[in-house]
């Protein structure tokens, strides 16, 4: 692996950005996307509906404030606020409304999300150095809605929050009020996927470094770059990062990636939702 082959951090800071689409109602929605994944966040202010055909699996995640009625299928669920919902493949209405952010988060399937995203150019090359998106094993009961009020999930566990599907994982921290020890922070890269950092409330620095090879014509300076509320990060595969929170509020902080990660999945308890979705037999 060359510092060639290492492709630019996005840097999507949305309280300073335009948004890709604004709604009728006034809904403002920001699109930025990785290799397999992308991120649709929207800034709720009195009610908004999403109607679309998806070919696989999505995610809708509520901060505090915004509440929803979800239909998919032959269900209809009233979801409540500070909530995740897995929303099932196929024709699905989201019906919004308070004051807040909506997250949707989609595979590469949804062609239509990722060719809006801010960063869209930065992936016409394909994205050769990340792993491909495999769908893991259908949920063994079928696709329906799955709804998880994430106040069901404070009780301490070893990593944050996770959930996965078919072809999406999320961790969604438990909300932070003190700012990290800068002396226990945890720097590492991944080889072959990208992840993305989601900060809903608070700010962050993050911390990218990236590795350097014998050209020094390809190295890069460590970038210590402060986030706010809403903003995302696409840190790409074989860069180093860490993150840290440093306060202006309750801090509310995702990771998202695609597909599910096995490493997380084959500690026991990590994933709040594992007994739904099977993991992909050993070869």
């Keep these: 692996m060359t510092h060639a082959a290492i492709r630019p951090a996005t840097y999507g800071r949305h309280y300073e950005s335009a948004p890709q689409t604004v709604d009728p109602a006034g809904a403002r929605t ?5 290799a397999n994944f992308a991120v649709a966040v929207t800034a709720v202010e009195s009610a908004v509906e999403f109607a679309r055909d998806t070919a696989d ?8 404030g915004v509440t929803a009625v979800i239909e998919a299928g032959r269900q209809r669920i009233e979801a409540g606020e500070d909530s995740l919902t897995i929303i099932p493949p196929g024709p699905s209405t989201i019906r919004a409304k308070g004051h807040g952010y909506l997250t949707r988060v989609f595979s590469k ?17 394909g994205a050769p150095e990340v792993a491909p998106l495999v769908p893991w094993p259908d949920p063994p009961d079928g696709f329906r809605i799955r709804h998880y009020p994430l106040k069901n999930y404070l009780e301490p566990k070893n990593f944050g929050r996770l959930f996965r599907c078919t072809n999406l994982m999320i961790n969604v921290f438990e909300p932070m009020t003190v700012p990290r020890d800068p002396t226990k922070l945890s720097p590492h890269a991944h080889a072959d996927f990208e992840q993305c950092s989601l900060i809903l409330q608070g700010a962050y620095i993050h911390h990218l470094r990236v590795p350097w090879t014998p050209d020094m014509r390809a190295w890069r300076e460590d970038d210590h770059a402060e986030f706010k509320s809403p903003s995302v990060l696409i840190i790409p595969a074989n860069v180093v990062h860490t993150t840290r929170y440093i306060g202006q509020g309750i801090g509310w902080f995702v990771d998202i990636f695609a597909p599910p990660r096995e490493d997380f999945s084959l500690k026991p308890g990590w994933v709040r939702n594992a007994d739904e979705y099977p993991m992909p037999r050993a070869n």
């Design 30 to 34: 920001w699109v930025t996307r990785g």
């Design 57 to 64: 699996e999505h995610m809708l995640l509520l901060t505090p």
């Design 109 to 125: 399937r949804a062609a239509d999300v990722l060719a809006l995203a801010a960063n869209a150019a930065l992936y016409a090359d």
